[in-house]
């Protein structure tokens, strides 16, 4: 399993994490005034994984974040790759900075996802159909940044690919 691999499996850990009922309230009763921006609109958090709606959600915001936690894989590990394929002899700080970035660049897309789905679900003017995607990426990019150190660890710990013989 080479690094990018596991930063889709770290990434794929936190978005099933995100999804369990039983943290996403221990952690919001401890950190309340995380759930502040949530109140205007904003995406909160990372999207959450899960089989079921979760409360008085339904299907269809369920399967939209279900898709944006597939997206923040999918963008995280091709992020990764790309970095590998790149600089395949990169240092090892390069390389916890590229699996923070991955993170990072994760969380925005799933967080413009996520404000687009808003600004569709609450049937929003020209100024949510711009501004909600706008905060989804930036608040999902300030997540990406608190938790991007997970991935990058994880980078570390995993070969890049295999070098070429010249």
Same mark, same amino acid.
């Given at each position: 399993m080479d690094a990018s691999a596991v930063v889709a499996s770290v990434c794929l850990l936190l978005v099933l994490a995100h999804g /369990?009922?039983?943290?996403?309230?221990?952690?919001? %009763?401890?950190?309340?005034? /995380? =759930? @502040? *921006? /949530? %109140?205007?609109? =904003?995406?909160f958090a990372l999207p959450g994984l899960r089989a079921t709606p979760l409360g008085a959600t339904d299907w269809p915001w369920q399967l939209c974040e279900n898709f944006a936690a597939l !997206? !923040? =894989? +999918?963008?995280?590990?091709a992020r990764m790759r790309r970095h590998l394929r790149v600089r395949p002899a990169a240092r090892r700080v390069r390389r916890l900075l590229a699996g923070w970035t991955a993170l990072i660049a994760g969380t925005a897309a799933a967080g413009t996802w996520? $404000?687009? =789905?808003a600004a569709r679900m609450v049937e929003a003017g020209l100024w949510g159909w711009l501004l909600? *995607?706008?905060? $989804? #990426? !930036?608040? $999902?990019?300030?997540?990406? !940044? @608190?938790?991007?150190?997970?991935?990058? @660890? %994880? #980078?570390? +710990?995993?070969? $890049?690919?295999?070098?070429?013989?010249?």
């Open positions: /369990s009922a039983t943290l996403l309230t221990a952690f919001t %009763a401890r950190a309340g005034l /995380s =759930v @502040v *921006p /949530s %109140a205007l609109g =904003v995406p !997206l !923040l =894989v +999918a963008t995280a590990t996520r $404000g687009m =789905v909600l *995607p706008l905060a $989804g #990426a !930036l608040f $999902g990019a300030l997540w990406g !940044l @608190v938790l991007g150190w997970l991935p990058g @660890v %994880a #980078a570390l +710990a995993r070969p $890049g690919p295999p070098r070429a013989a010249h």
